[in-house]
């Protein structure tokens, strides 16, 4: 009879998702000292980090834990369209989190359900995820983790969507990735960082990362000037260290598959009609599916669109510029003010 781990790898298979890879809690061992090596080199580290050190182990939010499984959905099957990967991280267009449509997300919750039905107990969380899933996914041999600080499956590159489940059942599964190691001379990632923020391998500032600071809200970062300049034509999200690594370009964005409800937001999905949109729309449309702006900050978009529009010196620029001067929030009043200033209109 097969085992309950090669039960759970059968029905992932067919659901679709990515191989399954099941380890001990205490496997995740490594992953507070990367965690600490980061803390080390980044100025304001240990603040910046803090909120980590809690999906270290899993057996103190779940002390019944026995194991972890972990697997992916591969992102990269879907089709992208040119605009949006210009301004938009590609995980984010194509994030199944908080997105019901989502395909990967109706896999999980089939998966949770056959684990149930297996008499596993499991827990499951939608964002930030039951421990650290690029830690647990390389410990359980699915992929490594590269230099450039995200996980790397041979299938989908570095575009997957990990996901993970706390489970009371005593299980393993590992596999033996085949994955290149990233060659010793290689900075490619490093080089291509607009802001420095991957300084060195396996780090990564927060604080100056084009990725967190165009989506979380964070108040030092939207009035660095240097910071906006250097997000260049990145609305949300940024790709540069991943597009920059050789191991990616096997794989793909290019196929005819399309994500749900992707196609019907791509016309919002401009810097000059994000500028231009009422709240009342940023709220109903984009808001949704790009979770980390909230409905209480969606000025952050404007912000954020008026950076791509000075950067990129879109020709609409200083007329949108001037209709935000009438904008309900002072601090995109304030921002459009500088901007005409700058630009000297
Ligand atoms: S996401 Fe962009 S800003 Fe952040 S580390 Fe990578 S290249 Fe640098
Ligand atoms: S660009 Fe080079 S160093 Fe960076 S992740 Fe890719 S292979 Fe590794």
């Given amino acids: 009879m097969a085992s309950l ?25 490594g992953y507070i000292h990367r965690l600490f090596e980061r803390m080390l080199r980044v100025p304001n580290g240990e603040k910046l980090h803090r909120g980590f050190l809690e999906l270290f182990d899993v057996r103190q939010a779940y002390p019944w834990a026995k194991s972890i499984v972990v697997t992916y959905a591969d992102n990269s099957i879907y089709y992208l369209p ?5 301004h938009f991280g590609k995980f984010f267009l194509t994030d199944n989190r908080y997105n019901i ?19 596993i107990r499991t827990s499951w969380n939608e964002h930030p995820g039951v421990t650290g899933l690029r830690w647990a996914a390389q410990e359980a041999g699915l992929g490594i983790i590269r230099r450039n ?55 990564m500032n927060m604080a100056t990362c084009i990725s967190c600071a165009n989506s979380y809200t964070d108040s030092t970062a939207i009035d660095d000037h ?10 949300y999200g940024c790709d540069n260290c ?28 401009y810097p000059e009609i994000i500028a231009d949109l009422d709240y009342e729309d940023i709220n109903d449309f ?40 009438k904008d309900p ?17």
């Fill in 242 to 269: 991943q597009d920059a690594c050789p191991f990616n370009q096997i794989t793909g964005y290019s196929t005819e598959i399309d994500f749900p409800g992707l196609m019907e937001l791509d016309h919002y999905l």
């Fill in 101 to 119: 449509n989502a395909p990967a997300r109706k896999m999980i919750a089939s998966l949770t359900a056959f684990m149930e039905g297996l008499g």
């Fill in 286 to 325: 984009i808001r949704p599916k790009f979770f980390y702006i909230k409905s209480e900050s969606l000025w952050r978009w404007r912000l954020n669109a008026i950076n791509v529009l000075i950067n990129t010196g879109s020709s609409d620029c200083t007329r949108i510029l001037k209709k935000l001067l």
């Fill in 226 to 235: 240097k910071l906006n300049v250097l997000t260049g034509s990145w609305l």
């Fill in 82 to 86: 040119n605009v949006a990967r210009k």
């Fill in 329 to 345: 929030f002072e601090i995109v009043r304030r921002r459009a003010q500088n901007a005409l200033e700058l630009l000297g209109s």
């Fill in 5 to 29: 781990e090669l039960k759970i790898e059968a029905k992932a298979k067919q659901l679709g998702l990515g191989p399954i890879g099941i380890i001990k809690p205490q496997a995740m061992e």
């Fill in 149 to 203: 600080n995200f996980f790397f499956s041979r299938r989908a590159g570095s575009y997957v969507s990990l996901t993970g489940w706390v489970t009371d059942t005593d299980m393993e599964l590992r596999s033996t990735h085949k994955e290149e190691p990233c060659p010793e001379d290689c900075s490619l990632c490093i080089e291509a960082c607009p802001t420095g923020s991957l300084s060195a391998p396996f780090t």
